[in-house]
């Protein structure tokens, strides 16, 4: 599920939710009592529980390949899977569950059950376990497949054309994607899925046979096998994948990414649990101001309308199940449950032609505390009517999308024509979207295209092909100019690339280049993130522009980004850590042993003898080494071995920039730790110096006085001024504040750093001590460039509080950051700042002296 605090109601239905489990309602023991009876609270990354995830995970994820998905061989797609080892210990089973090692035998039992039913690998999870993609249709031969995939096509890329193709109308299959079990610890609607596709397998009456005859059922089975063996709501690098989609940092995400640009759905399921009574999408305000919402809106609460009278209809009651009646955010609630954001599947996949995009939360609480609490028998009753809810909702679409089926197509390649011809938006209201009660101003939310995105060459290579690389992935249009070119008052060089706004998925395009907006005003408190704009964040120059036409221009449309490493032919070669992959190849020069040298500029110094490396590296990390001239004062590197006590996002990003990480915690250290296998401490989650023993904090603050401390947020402060490093008061701003924000770097750590960071629970520091230096600082004015910051109820804590004041400070043997500069893994722009401020740290006392260049 969603974890969010709830407002009151639109009008009616969320009033049942205050009541507690000593009311009336709650007759019989164990009653779903669990299963978020009040007000729920937004989802932290597990601030207080460092990460630990295991190293071979992070290679996974970051090694995975693409699944193509694109094949036009004739349904079904037969593959006999091998089995899984039992695993008694997989969490599914005290449920009453499917285990992860019964879902291969499954599937290839259901497809012997007939011709309906295909299993695809789609890929596999961080942890390495299977993704399953079951297709359930109509049998196709080769031929019709292949007309299928055209047809597909066709309403991206020329929707104007496929309006009127009456053979389209008639011919074309549905696609319905069904999301499961993306966090792991919600198991069921994998369970019900299955059921689901084994009636659907064998049915032989006229309306099955009508729905497979003219669409294509995908389902997901369970998108994080990882989190469902362990019955945790992340996958094996500690991700919750249903935050990841602009991102894409964990293969589960690139693989759905995939299935919604290869299946083009125009209807998708995600289910979650639990929030009783059932939660059933459309949302609340703040909508996302860069889908087509008005065709969303229809078809999404249509749906939901369907699925609340199937899930109400099965009987369930409070008294005698503990199961309240289906609710709708949209109607029912007045803020808390928002779409603002593209990071939850339902709201990417409205980018990619999705009409009709729910998240759905089971009602009754099994996972968590309830999971050690509860007997195994009334779990098991739980699970059952879980599943029960689940298969409602998945039966009541599927009769929505039989009858509808020509509509929702219909609206889908409204979304593409739009995109395309540069069409406005339609704000939503009682007269463009009839049939939805209660549209008001405070659900109106459009933008205004920009023409174009240039991003030009020569600055930042390596961010620049990065970003091209991942609009790629996410099917954004990008071309590239053969020679130089003029637009909009400004001369761009060859190789620039430029995004044309006009093309079928211009709000994907706008929602990951876009600043975004700052919605402060708008809402009390946001669900999750409010600004992520990769625009700012990936270190890349995005350029916004509002007029002229990139058709003029000699624009070659690309399928990959240029490569752009490099290597001087001569002399000692010079490395800028100005990205992740930069930053990687330096750690891999030193864990060759290659004698690494560091300028004053942050910039690191190879020797020539090392070019052979250096070739290798530019071309897998696709980064330049240049000529070193006049390098001055430098000093020798050695390998940078880090103990970090951090959040998975940074523990992930850590690995990225190929540090040797080993987690560490409270526990960890008071259970002996020796620091003498590490050069450094991480710190922001999970490690409180005032937990500690007596052995183990004399330990920690001897080798922090000896080497140094990188802090992040309020905990990483503590730290540093608990063990005496340096004299600052952290101030914490608003705890549910977050975005991009403007920043002024003016110290060696972020000397040339981009001039935007990211918060998540800003802080900023004050009562600056003697030898303590401001690394950055808060802009002034209103810092907050997207995203929702308020200020408290007392006035304290919000932007105009924060601005000026410094977010990043450093002493001898520490530096503090204010910011979240490895947030999710996501700010790509800012993980160089820690990358320089681990090796700074890390290098303080080793009693290495400056050498001439």
């Known amino acids: ?103 291969a035998p499954r599937l290839n039992a259901l497809q012997a059950l007939g011709d309906r039913v295909s299993v695809e690998v789609v890929g596999r999870s961080a942890g390495g376990h299977r993704l399953y993609l079951v297709t359930v249709t109509a049998p196709e031969t080769p031929r019709q497949a292949r007309d299928q995939e055209r047809m597909r096509a066709l309403i991206e890329n020329a929707p104007a054309v496929a309006a009127g193709d009456p053979a389209l109308k008639s011919a074309y299959k549905t696609p319905v994607f069904f999301n499961n079990n993306i966090h792991g610890n919600e198991w069921e609607g994998t369970d019900a899925s299955l059921e689901l596709i084994e009636q659907l397998a064998t049915a032989d009456d006229r309306r099955t046979r009508d729905l497979l005859a003219h669409s294509r059922l995908y389902f997901n089975i369970t998108a994080n096998p990882d989190g469902r063996i362990a019955g945790t709501r992340a996958n094996a690098n500690g991700f919750d994948l249903n935050r990841d989609f602009v991102t894409a940092s964990q293969p589960e995400a690139r693989a759905m990414r995939q299935i919604e640009i290869d299946k083009q759905p125009a209807v998708m399921l995600d289910l979650h649990g639990y929030v009783n009574g059932t939660l059933i999408e459309p949302t609340t305000p703040p909508h996302g101001e860069n889908y087509e919402y008005d065709l969303f809106l229809k078809n999404t609460y249509a749906n939901a309308l369907g699925m609340e009278a199937a899930v109400n209809g099965l009987g369930y009651t409070p008294a005698k199940d503990g199961v309240r009646p289906a609710q709708i955010p949209f109607r029912d609630q007045e803020e808390g449950w928002d779409d603002w954001p593209p990071i939850f599947t339902p709201q990417y996949a409205a980018f990619h032609g999705t009409v009709a995009a729910h998240t759905v939360e089971i009602p009754l609480q099994v996972n968590n505390a309830a999971y050690t609490s509860l007997p ?385 629970a800003p802080v900023w520091f004050t009562g600056l001590g003697p030898g303590v230096r401001v690394e950055q600082s808060y802009a002034a004015g209103n810092p907050l460039v997207s995203g929702h910051w308020r200020a408290l109820a007392d006035g304290a804590g919000g932007p105009a509080a924060a601005a000026g004041q410094p977010s990043a400070v450093s002493a001898p043997h520490a530096v503090l950051f204010g910011t979240e500069p490895l947030f999710r893994d996501h700010p790509k722009g800012q993980f160089p700042q820690v990358a320089q401020a681990l090796i700074t740290m890390a290098h303080a006392s080793s009693g290495l002296v400056e050498e001439s260049g």
């Open 376 to 760: 195994e028998s009334e779990l098991r009753r739980r699970s059952a009517v879980n599943v029960d809810v689940a298969g409602a909702a998945l039966r009541a679409t599927l009769d929505f999308v039989r009858t509808e089926r020509t509509a929702l197509v219909a609206d889908q390649i409204e979304v593409f024509r739009r995109g395309a011809a540069g069409a406005a938006q339609v704000p939503v209201s009682a007269e463009t979207v009839p049939g939805v009660p209660g549209i008001g101003p405070e659900d109106v939310y459009t933008t205004v295209f920009p023409r174009a995105y240039v991003l030009p060459a020569g600055s930042t290579p390596t961010s620049t092909a990065r970003l091209v690389g991942h609009l790629l992935a996410n099917d954004v249009r990008v071309t590239r100019a053969t020679r130089p070119f003029r637009l909009a008052g400004r001369t761009y060089a060859t190789g620039s690339y430029v995004v044309d706004m006009r093309q079928p998925k211009r709000g994907l395009a706008n929602v990951l280049l876009a600043d975004g907006r700052d919605i402060s005003d708008k809402v009390s408190v946001m669900y999750d993130i409010s600004g992520w704009s990769l625009g700012r964040l990936w270190g890349a120059e995005v350029v916004a522009v509002q007029g002229g036409s990139p058709a003029a221009a000699a624009l070659r449309p690309v399928t990959r980004a240029v490569p752009v490493g490099t290597v001087a032919p001569r002399g000692d070669l010079r490395l800028r850590l100005d990205d992740p992959a930069a930053v990687a190849a330096l750690n891999s020069l030193l864990r060759q042993g290659v004698q690494v040298r560091r300028a004053a500029d942050g910039s690191v110094i190879v020797p020539a003898s090392a070019r052979r490396q250096a070739a290798e590296l530019a071309r897998t990390h696709d980064v330049s080494f240049t000529t070193a001239s006049r390098t001055g004062a430098t000093t020798p590197l050695h390998r940078v071995r880090v103990a970090a006590a951090v959040t998975a996002g940074e523990l992930f990003a850590l690995r990225e920039m190929g540090f040797d990480v080993t987690p560490v915690s409270t526990a960890v250290l008071n259970a002996g730790f020796d620091w003498s296998s590490v050069d450094v401490l991480f710190a922001s989650a999970g490690l409180d110096r005032a937990a500690l023993t007596v052995a183990a904090r004399s330990a920690l603050d001897a080798f922090l006085q000896g080497h140094g401390l990188v802090g992040r947020g309020a905990d990483g402060a503590a730290l540093g001024t608990g063990a005496g490093l340096l004299d600052v008061t952290a101030v914490e701003g608003n705890g549910d504040a977050n975005g991009v924000v403007r920043v002024v770097n003016a110290g060696p750590v972020t000397a040339g750093a981009p001039d935007h960071g990211f918060v998540y």
């Open 1 to 103: 599920m969603r974890t969010t605090r709830t407002t009151p109601a639109r009008p009616v239905l969320f009033a049942a939710l205050a009541l507690t489990t000593t009311g009336s309602l709650w007759l019989t023991p164990h009653t779903a009592t669990g299963a978020e009876p009040g007000p729920v609270t937004r989802d932290r990354d597990s601030v207080s529980a460092p990460a630990r995830s295991p190293l071979h995970a992070a290679r996974q994820a970051l090694t995975a390949p693409t699944p193509d998905l694109t094949a036009t061989r004739g349904y079904p797609r037969r593959q006999v899977l091998s089995p899984d080892p039992v695993n008694p210990a997989d969490k599914s089973l005290k449920l009453g569950l499917t285990p992860y090692h019964a879902i």
